[in-house]
């Protein structure tokens, strides 16, 4: 496949270099006829370790040229590569202009070549970047032109080998063209495909970066009350990623509800008081309480937005299987809904204010002492009397009840249920 390849920084050479290893030809283009001249005689423009030998086998093997010429590559091209720079603006915001500004200049060459052409957004953008590109493409060109985004996953220092051997390739596109054309560039890359709606690839790339930026902060919060207290954080960190059940792995890491129990809320609040009389600054931990109740306020709010006021929860210890409903967020969830004047009934089966005991009793009677008259055992009345509906629990029998709801009641769903076809389900973090 002939491809240009419009930015010749990191990403671009790197990107050049490992597709032109694959057999394809490669047009980069640059507006520094520096990097250019660099990238036509084999050298690379930066320091990557690999890169100079790849980037001279494929000029020598006649696979990669270079360009400042917009039009010269796009009459060479039948995929073009997006991979300028998408800098911070002072308010902290992209500056998108070097991207637009070329895909107005790849439209306008398109004006004087015949036949489809296809152009991935390769560089760093938020989501429906790839849709203003393909809007402006179009309007440049006065005819169609097939658009993806393809995030990339590549780190300084190691590119070669994370373009090699990637965890997976995702392929933004709702174009049957710009996919097909995409998994032939990417045929022999020895990793999982996905193809995914444009803005979810866009999303993707963002989430990574911020989960990288999350865990190198934590870790570094850890290592700093660990220290304080003795305790060495590289010790605790290389035991805590042993575990891939729960601490390194999928768990907790879907959109829903928040967190509660005897446990989390409560070890959370005894790090924070340690870092408090110890007098350490840990940003991130401090954060997680608040984070979580605004959790909660973003669900009691999407329920009082509809105007409901009968309404039903599904579900009321912090999670299924379990009659434990300390901090649980959805005794908050209905506090919150009874306090704004909501008629509410509760499904749990699991839970019956007879037969709590000890702290989990006493928790109850001081969040909802009347919880005995808003839990029921008559599911049928309990979804048909409902105007609005929680399930804050993943079961079985919620999935069930949820048959016989009619299609004009809401169903927030942040327990990620099996919800039947034609019930009006709605999220609150999805």
Known sequence: MNVAVFGLGYVGAVTSACLAQRGHHLMGVDVNPLKCDMIASGRSPIIETGLDDLLLQGVQAGRIHATTSVSEAVAFADLSIVSVGTPSLPNGGLDLSYVYRVCEQIGQALRDKAGPHVLVLRSTALPGTTDACGEILRRAAGRDVHVAFNPEFLREGSSIRDFDQPAYTIIGTEDRHAEAALRELYADVPAPLHVVPTRVAEMVKYTANAFHAVKITFANEIGLLARQMGVDGRDVMSLIVQDTKLNVSPAYLRPGFAYGGSCLPKDVSALLHLARREELSVPLLASLPRSNHVQIERVADAVLATGARRVTVLGLAFKAGTDDLRESPA??????????????????????????????????????????CLL????????????????????????????????????????GIAVPAHVRVQGVAW
């Open 331 to 372: 005794v908050e969830l209905v506090e919150r809904l009874i306090g704004r004047g909501c008629d509410v009934r509760i499904l749990d089966r699991a839970v019956q204010s007879a037969t709590l005991l000890g702290a989990n009793r006493e928790y109850i009677e001081r969040r909802l002492p009347h919880v005995s």
């Open 376 to 415: 029921t055992d008559d599911p049928e009345s309990l979804i048909h009397d409902a105007q609005a509906i929680v399930v804050t629990q993943n079961q079985k029998e919620f999935s069930r009840l949820l048959e016989g709801v009619r299609p004009d009641v809401p169903v927030f769903d942040v327990a």
